[in-house]
């Protein structure tokens, strides 16, 4: 089957003949294996060179399983749209996995509009993780919209780190009412000509909302990144962080922009970003135990991206 | 044998000598120590062995096994079984535990890895997937440096301060790796001004500004923690209490 390929890149050759996990399976922009358990409804609809989903959990409901999406192209030149609209129903709790998989890609465009909502007291988790193929022509644009009912849990965590970038430009916004909770964190291992674009935006509007804008980039070779991570508080005793690190080697290039913003005396929002080559402490002191330089570094980044 | 001997050193920073005309040997399978005031010198000295970034450009020579070490990086340098164990290790994101001590371990297999855990008394089953990061107290990193250490199986092992930032309880963990190590044949320097790391050792050098002042057994040089310290022939005479800091 086309799909295999699919399959063997994101390891999902158990998961998907397990009927107690929840999947949908997306080949460019046909739906080609899904399965639904109590408790959710996906509503999947076939568009111009897309597919748009909409996936709900029901109120209460606590999937246990982590729902398997895989997006993937099998082609060597596609565009894909995807468009999502998830409602996380009050007091509901989920987490989805999804993987993004174009092995074989030389002119991909891979596009996401996602809409999220997390309903009071709800817990939604998503994992996205992008297996790219060698050759660095793929274009990634995702762009999401979260809002946070109060009490509501939203973590959210970004991976490219098998196979080249190309281009990739995240846009997230997350709206957090009082006592939610949001972590979002991206994981980018760029090398050649890639270029990395991260616009992180957390808006901690309610009392005691807190969130953590995270992001981890290694570049080598010609590659860029431009991170702008934000965050606006005006909730009252509302807590922000932004954690941006970068390790930068031979003509890569990398900026940062952390953005915090204060509008209320009772809030607190801190940040911390680094961007330089590996640390010299920790490449030698791997070095006196025998590891080549080049081990080294790969070791120290492995880390970081972990 | 000398496994290490040290004919000649100099180095300097900004024109100002901090290791000047210093020679020492080291006995093949012996545990030395050198001690000395703070600024003295002895992290300098360690640099220097292991071939530090800064640290290369030295006059007079260093030789392990009778090869001259000038020219050769640090990882040339651990191939030839020299290592380091930092006054402060350092500290990394996201690397695991296990992950450190496997890349720096002989042996690859989980057994070898474990054992190298226990030497140190650090619980593998605890520890092994936590990250080698600011979440570690100082003592924790201190004895996981030592762990990957023990798992190198080295030749010749430097071991800056390793008593700093350890409580009671673990410096018996460290002085037992240490005695492992010992009794696996390796040579260990450890760089100290503590006088309990000192009695581990049997033969020791006071370095003092840069320069070998004295040396001899630990029986004689130990009397420079007990205020009997010769008069110092330099212009910046080392103050007794800094000799004697840390005992
Ligand atoms: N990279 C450096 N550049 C300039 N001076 C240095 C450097 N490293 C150490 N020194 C100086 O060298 C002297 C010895 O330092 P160090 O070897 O750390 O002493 P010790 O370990 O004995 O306390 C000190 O005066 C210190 O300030
Ligand atoms: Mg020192």
Redesign the pocket.
């Known amino acids: 089957m086309e799909e295999d390929i699919l399959y063997e890149a994101a390891n999902l050759k158990d998961v998907i003949h397990d009927p107690t996990v929840a999947r949908l399976v997306i080949n460019k922009d046909k739906i080609v294996s899904s399965n639904i358990i109590k408790g959710m409804e996906i509503f999947p609809e076939e568009i111009k060179d897309g597919v748009k989903v909409k996936l709900v959990v029901k109120e209460g409901e606590i999937i246990e399983k982590p729902i398997h999406l895989c997006f993937g192209i099998t082609e060597e030149n596609a565009v894909q749209n995807i468009v999502i609209d998830a409602d996380i129903e009050k007091n509901a709790s989920v987490s989805l996995l999804a993987h993004c998989v174009f092995p074989l890609a030389k002119d991909i465009l891979h596009k996401m509009d996602a809409k999220i909502h997390v309903g009071e007291n709800a817990h939604y988790s998503y994992f996205e993780k992008h297996i790219h193929s060698k050759n660095g022509g793929v274009r990634v644009l995702p762009k999401t919209i979260v809002s946070l009912d109060s009490g509501a849990r939203f973590k959210t965590e970004f991976e490219l780190i098998k196979g080249r970038v190309g281009l990739i430009d995240i846009d997230i916004e997350t709206k957090c009412l009082e006592n939610s909770i949001m972590e979002v964190t991206s994981r980018i291992n760029g090398t050649d000509e890639d270029k990395i674009l991260i616009k992180e935006t957390g808006y901690l509007i309610g009392e005691n909302s807190r969130g953590v804008l995270t992001s981890r980039v290694a570049l080598r070779d010609n590659a860029k990144a431009e991170i702008f991570n934000k965050i606006v508080a005006t909730g009252a005793h509302s807590r922000g962080h932004v954690d941006c690190k970068e390790i930068v080697q031979d003509n890569a290039q990398a900026s940062a922009i952390p953005i915090v913003e204060v509008k209320n005396s009772t809030a607190h929002v801190t940040h911390e970003a680094s961007i330089g080559s590996v640390d010299s402490k920790q490449l030698e002191t791997l070095m006196s135990r025998g590891l080549t330089e080049d081990a080294a570094v790969e070791l120290i980044i492995q880390g970081l991206l972990s | 044998m000398d496994i290490l001997k040290i004919e000649n050193l100099t180095l300097s ?2 024109g ?1 000598n ?1 290791l000047s005309n210093l020679n020492l040997k080291i006995t093949e399978g012996i545990i030395h120590a050198i001690i ?10 360690a640099s220097t062995i292991m071939g530090l970034e ?1 640290f290369r450009n030295f006059e007079g020579e260093i030789y392990f096994k009778n090869q001259p070490l000038k020219g050769l990086g640090v990882y040339e340098r651990a191939r030839l079984g020299i290592t380091l164990g930092w ?1 402060e290790p350092a500290r990394y994101e996201g690397l695991k535990v296990s992950q450190f001590i496997k890349a720096s371990s002989k042996n690859k297999d989980k057994d070898s890895i474990i054992e190298a855990f226990n030497i140190v008394g650090i619980d593998y089953y605890e520890y092994h997937s936590r990250a080698v990061d600011k979440s570690l107290s100082g003592g924790e990193r201190k004895k996981i440096e030592l762990a990957s250490i023990v798992a190198m199986q080295p030749s010749l092992v430097i071991l ?1 301060e390793p008593d700093s930032g350890i409580d009671i309880a673990s410096l018996k963990n460290i002085f037992a790796a240490i005695k492992y190590l010992h009794e696996k044949d390796a040579t260990i320097i450890l ?1 100290t001004h503590s006088l309990e790391v000192l009695k581990q050792a049997e033969f020791a050098y006071l ?1 003092c500004n ?1 320069t070998i002042l004295d040396e001899g057994k630990v029986s004689k040089i130990r009397k420079y923690f007990e205020g009997k310290c010769m008069p110092c022939p330099h212009k910046n005479i080392p103050l007794l209490s800094e000799i004697g800091k840390g005992v």
Request: avoid cysteine; hydrophobic fraction near 30%.
């Open positions: 920073f900004n100002k901090i000395g005031p703070n600024g003295a010198g002895k992290s300098t000295l800064g006054q800056d760089i370095l840069g």
